[in-house]
């Protein structure tokens, strides 16, 4: 299967989010989408990153709040149902999207898929719906973002779904024939999924090699690091953050015992610009 990153819009916020010794510098947060072609399933996506959509349903109160705590840019030329036009495809085409949590930079995009079936862990959803539209807001939330025919249109995955798989843990097999795990990475928030393709073949290097988009699970390469301690923001903008620290740990292991695993995380500009020198893989 041939995939494709994509950078939908990004974020600007200091670097003391994620740096140990911030210098107060302004940094990139891309919001990074993947596609996948699966030969019987057509085209995946991983996310949809920013649209326009974001900027109108942040344009009153108390939803401004979002943007005005989260600064972002987006151009209609960003929003990933335009860059998806480059490979011959339109948003028509697309037929499922896996949605990592339900924050707003990850969920932007989603009304511009008519035809797109939501795969998502019901659990993660439920608990955004379950509060106030203040805490929503204040948890990253916004409903507005939401399809009106979404629930037509969504596979509720649940944690009975998981299975244990002999290399990679409690996965679902989301179709059925080991193409695509997804994988429990809660403690950003609640229900939150990775994306694992176990056998990715980057043409541009000529080697197989897993790929895992491990979403908010962390914010730059730095915290895959054995030795990096989390900044004390970092932790308190979780929603769990003993349960973050331990996904943390749990994919750090996971690498330790899969060396020859790519693990991307969503905001982190060095990743993107790694993966759009490959951008094309077979998997």
């Known amino acids: 299967m041939k995939s494709y990153f994509f950078k939908a819009g990004c974020a600007r916020q200091i670097d003391f989010f994620v740096k140990e010794k ?32 974001f900027k109108k349903a942040t344009k009153y109160f108390p939803e401004k709040f979002y943007a005005l705590a ?13 860059q998806i036009r480059n490979l011959g495809l339109n948003a028509y085409d697309i037929r499922h999207i896996v949605v990592s949590h339900f924050h707003g930079d990850h969920v932007g995009g989603l009304r511009d898929f008519p035809n797109a079936k939501f795969h998502f862990l019901k659990s993660g959803l439920d608990l955004f ?6 805490g929503q807001v204040r948890a990253g939330f916004l409903k507005a973002l939401i399809p009106d025919d979404f629930y037509e249109r969504a596979n ?15 996965v679902i097999d989301l179709f059925g024939d080991s193409s695509i795990f997804l994988k429990d ?8 999924l990775g994306f694992l393709a ?3 073949e980057f043409t541009e290097r000529n080697v197989k090699q897993a790929t895992f988009v491990i979403a908010d699970a962390c914010w730059n390469q730095d915290a895959l690091g054995e030795h990096y301690k989390l900044p004390f923001l970092t932790k308190l903008l979780q929603e769990n953050p003993s349960q973050y620290l331990s996904t943390l740990m749990q994919i750090r292991d996971l690498m330790k015992a899969q060396p020859h695993l790519s693990v991307i995380p ?12 490959q951008l094309m893989a077979q998997f």
Not at 31 to 53: C, E, N, R, W
């Open 198 to 200: 176990p056998n990715a």
């Open 185 to 192: 990475i809660s403690g950003h928030c609640h229900g939150q």
């Open 266 to 277: 969503c905001h982190c500009e060095e990743s993107l610009v790694q993966q759009k020198a």
């Open 129 to 134: 719906l379950s509060k106030s539209r203040i």
């Open 70 to 82: 989260v600064p972002m840019q987006v151009t209609p030329e960003d929003c990933i149902a335009s």
């Open 22 to 53: 911030s210098h107060g510098k302004m940094l990139n947060f891309p919001a990074t989408v993947m596609l996948t072609i699966h030969p019987k399933q057509g085209p995946i996506l991983f996310d949809t990153g920013y649209s326009l959509d």
């Open 156 to 170: 509720f995955l649940n944690e009975e779904q998981f299975v244990d798989d002999p290399t990679w843990g409690r």
